[in-house]
């Protein structure tokens, strides 16, 4: 079974400022994605960015960034240039591929970020 | 194009009851994910069907359970509620099995008195 664990429950930052949520992940498997998402106050979970195991190139999304660290097990995000729109919980999450399981989402357990005018 | 949408946004049931939550994906989308979101916890997996067959179970007891639809709607019904099935139910679609990109609904609130 895979586990996503975020160990920031809270975190705020200044506008225009750069802000980085760490997430760390424990798996046996070596086919998989990680994604972050997004869900603010109305609740819709929006995908903010992702990033293919066997892709050694980090994924960027405009302010959005990750450090990838496979053998470290580490996904971390970076949003660059905050922005009061940027305030949501964030989740990172884990889908095995290539078996017939559903390809299921598992999530960490969230970091709220606050974006601070 | 519509987004996924789900009904109701809320509602509010007694313990022991019955309920049903509905879920309509992206047109073109066969494969519809249902998660279960407690408060202040990331969203956890409950069904996942693809073309009508359930293609896989989260840790889950039988009073849940969930179908798919030949328009490849969806229902999730929940059994003998109970207050801690008080949870955001999300639903998510997928344009087949195994593609990773995800899109959610906006999730129905319940909560369970």
């Known amino acids: 079974a895979q586990t996503v664990t975020q160990s920031q429950p809270e975190m705020s930052v200044q506008e225009a400022e750069t802000v980085t949520l760490s997430c760390t992940y424990d798996?046996?498997?070596?086919?998989?994605?990680l994604f972050w998402y997004k869900q603010p106050p109305s609740r819709q979970m929006i995908l903010v960015i992702r990033?293919?195991?066997?892709?050694?190139q980090n994924a960027t999304e405009n302010r959005f960034s990750v450090n990838f660290q496979k053998a470290a097990k580490s996904f971390s995000l970076k949003i660059s240039d905050s922005q009061l729109g940027d305030t949501a919980m964030y989740f990172c999450a884990f889908m095995k591929l290539g078996d017939t399981s559903g390809s299921r989402l598992t999530f960490g357990e969230g970091t709220q970020l606050t974006v601070n005018p | 194009d519509a987004g996924v949408t789900q009904s109701p946004t809320h509602l509010i049931k007694t313990r022991g009851q019955h309920v049903t939550l509905r879920c309509s994906p992206i047109?073109?989308?066969?494969?519809v994910s249902w998660y279960q979101q407690v408060l202040g916890q990331g969203p956890q997996f409950i069904f996942q069907y693809y073309e009508k067959e359930e293609r896989g179970r989260g840790n889950f007891p039988d009073r849940f359970s969930a179908r798919q639809f030949p328009n490849y709607s969806s229902e999730l019904n929940v059994n003998a509620l109970l207050l801690g099935d008080s949870a955001l139910y999300l639903c998510a679609s997928r344009l087949r099995d195994r593609t990773y990109e995800q899109y959610f609904g906006p999730g129905t609130r319940l909560t369970v008195t």
């Open positions: 798996t046996s498997e070596s086919n998989y994605y």
């Open positions: 047109s073109g989308h066969k494969s």
């Open positions: 990033q293919e195991a066997y892709k050694q």
